[in-house]
């Protein structure tokens, strides 16, 4: 079982920087993959970033390259997003996630934490 707790969310206004933590335990070894996902009222679950485990890899929604960066611990207890130039339709409620598949899907992933929400204003 794998148990997975985020942190870090809050509400800022645009370009204000955040950092959302995750802090993960239990069995991981089947987790090759890590990731942020979120979601907006009324919205499907969207993938934003996610990392490999195992390799130096990472992959990243288009709406967020270049402004929000994915890392790990050395430890892989803990996941980060940092959030740069955060803007207004990066709102939603902030889900990290593990699972077997190196993919932005939310159904390839089998562990999910509680969620941290992200609030960003004009």
């Known amino acids: 079982q794998v148990t997975l707790v985020e942190s870090g969310g809050g509400s800022v206004q645009a370009g204000e920087s955040l950092r959302l933590s995750c802090a993960a335990s239990g069995y991981t070894y089947n987790s090759n993959s890590m990731g942020w996902f979120r979601q907006a009222p009324g919205k499907e679950r969207e993938g934003v970033a996610l990392?490999?485990?195992?390799?130096?890899?990472?992959r990243y929604a288009d709406s967020v390259k270049g402004r929000f960066t994915i890392s790990m611990a050395d430890a892989k207890n803990t996941l980060y997003l940092q959030m740069n130039s955060p803007k207004p339709e990066d709102t939603g409620m902030y889900y990290c996630?593990?699972?077997?598949?190196?993919?932005?899907?939310?159904?390839?992933?089998?562990?999910w934490g509680q969620g941290t929400q992200v609030t960003v204003s004009s």
């Open positions: 990392i490999s485990t195992r390799a130096s890899y990472t």
């Open positions: 996630a593990a699972g077997p598949i190196l993919a932005l899907a939310a159904y390839e992933y089998n562990y």
